[in-house]
């Protein structure tokens, strides 16, 4: 069994929803991206999504355009990326990290390479928001042939013909956008997404997680009664801009260990 | 027959649907209005009629007889795009957008712009729908076309200044698609090149098509045969496809695209990744030649053009290159400001600085070819928004 089935099993059995939060690989310093990982798991993540810096974040709003930002002012690239999770593996078997972020820096690498060098240092999956169904075939077949799961994104103007297209090719949880926008946008529509869920459900066997929108504790624990899983990035990232060096992992592991108390109730 | 894209978009590997899940939903709604009136007869006669009796088409082919002279080797003729209300071949597009929003009940257009021309002519459109109107335009570049800027403002649109990344057209764009996926109920993109996701390529390409449409009856009349070879500039290449189209099937005519060499190719400083066999990525929902670093970032461009400071190109022109059908090849800022100077002071005719790169081509290979040779240059858009980036090079203050 992969770390992702195995982490979403094992919350099945307690009745738990999975905690998973998000930030980009290199932001505030490419020194702190390990410390903070392990700072999360301490707080309660169940899976760390890992953004890969890109110069042209087109999906996602200010806050994580500007993490990337910073991660560039220190050049971190993906195979700065791919050497942090190997050094993060060192201390940590369990806790499975899906990168994500956009195509080219992995076609820049190559697929195969990518997959290749994913199985090598820990990587359990990978979300390349701009690759839909459509282009990915290919791509996403290096990475099944080496044990990375392909993560999907679903969003409400996801059709029925295409949520069984991205069930057949899915593997991991899917990722399921909450609301039209860019990352870290405000409006989250709850009775929306209770209503969206049993559609995805109807096709779709792998855990559901949820994002966009996910700001607080409150806002954590009313989605988390409705899906598999909750994913948090924009507060994180904020909570990594607002901070200083030194207190950058207290801070955010504070905030994750709230989130986690919060999933908990659901 | 030439018979691009395939139906999911594809220019041989070149193109396609690279974007996020939210916004396939439009996609496939764009993808079906176009499809249902790209030959419906009421939708082709209303864009007709708009392109005759507001844009003023068809417009001219004109002989630059003093300048052929001058050189003493082909003959020079000028695809007059520059001629269309608004000043450039960017409304030919934005009309068809316009009307397809119009039928699709959107009430809102967004569009992207680097010279500023094709936010004119969307503000221009949007004016004459009655539709709301937000361009996005890179920070340096609302500085250096500062003319542009106004024009939109007096058409009533709102301009966005963009101060992400290289505050360029790439990052006016990314603008411009958060804005789209935040707003796709009422919200219709225009965009402005042969770029983004299928079907804008496809689209915008059979927009602009009306150039070369007419360029191969009026060549006959005027010159008595086709050209020997086309000649446009290539930012993301969208006056390049309109004049190349209706000549792709013509093998003895040779289409050449014109990139931004900016500072000279061996500095780096450029806007040409085809010139220059950039690595193939994929950028802005389409995978084409794409100037980028190791890591697959997408790096800085530079050209004295904004309209052509682009570090992508149309995957369309990435497989012109590929098959051998169209060459590419750089010319620099002082290349292009000669032919600048060079068409007014020869013809009395002040062209934009993009279209002053194909220009500059044909200037450059017209002496060694002989006076019976034949060349026709797409001069996509008048000059007169640069003459204010032409006297600071002058060392002039308007």
Known sequence: ?266 | MYDYPDKNGHFGPYGGIYVAETLMGALDELNQAYEKYRHDPDFIAELNYDLKHYVGRPSPIYYARHLSDHLGGAQIYLKREDLNHTGAHKVNNTIGQALLARRMGKKRVIAETGAGQHGVATATVAARYGMECVVYMGAEDVQRQSPNVFRMKLLGATVVPVNSGSKTLKDALNEAMRDWVTNIENTFYIIGTVAGPHPYPMMVRDFNAIVSKEAVVQMPELAGRQPDAVIACVGGGSNAMGVFYHYIDMPGVKLIGVEAGGHGIASGSHAAPLTTNSPVGVLHGNKTYLMQDADGQIIETHSISAGLDYPGVGPEHAWLKDSGRAEYVAIDDDEALRAFHDLCHFEGIIPALESSHALAHAIKIAPTMGKDKVLLVNLSGRGDKDINTVAKLAGITL
Request: hydrophobic residues 45%.
């Open chain 1, 1 to 266: 069994m992969s770390r992702i089935q195995t982490v979403f099993e094992n919350l099945k059995q307690r009745k738990r929803k999975a905690l998973i939060p998000f930030f980009t690989a290199g932001d505030p310093d490419p020194a702190l991206t390990v410390p903070l990982m392990h700072a999360l798991v301490e707080a309660g993540a169940d899976v760390i999504e890992l953004g890969v810096p890109f110069s042209d974040p087109m999906a996602d709003g200010p806050t994580i355009q500007r993490a990337s930002e910073r991660a560039l002012k220190h050049h971190v690239g993906l195979h700065h990326v791919l050497d942090m999770v190997a050094e993060f593996r060192r201390s940590n078997a369990a806790t499975p990290v899906v990168l994500m972020g956009y195509g080219n820096p992995i076609e820049a690498m190559g697929w195969e390479t990518f997959a290749r060098r994913c199985a090598e240092v820990g990587v359990d999956g990978a979300l390349t928001v701009d690759f839909p169904p459509e282009e990915s075939h290919e791509a996403f077949a290096h990475l099944t042939e080496h044990g990375i799961d392909p993560i999907f994104l679903l969003a409400p103007t996801s059709t029925d013909a295409r949520v069984e297209r991205v069930a057949k090719q899915a593997r991991g949880y899917v990722y399921y956008v909450s609301l039209k926008g860019v990352t870290g946008a405000g409006h989250l529509d709850l009775a929306a997404i209770e209503q969206k869920i049993p559609q995805l459900r109807k096709h779709i066997d792998l855990p559901i997680g949820v994002g966009f929108g996910i700001r607080d504790a409150e806002t954590a624990l009313a989605v988390a009664k409705l899906c598999d899983g909750v994913v948090v990035g924009s507060r994180i990232v904020q909570e990594i801009e607002n901070s200083t060096e030194q207190n950058v992992v207290a801070n955010v592991g504070k905030l994750v260990k709230e989130l986690r108390q919060a999933v908990d109730k659901a």
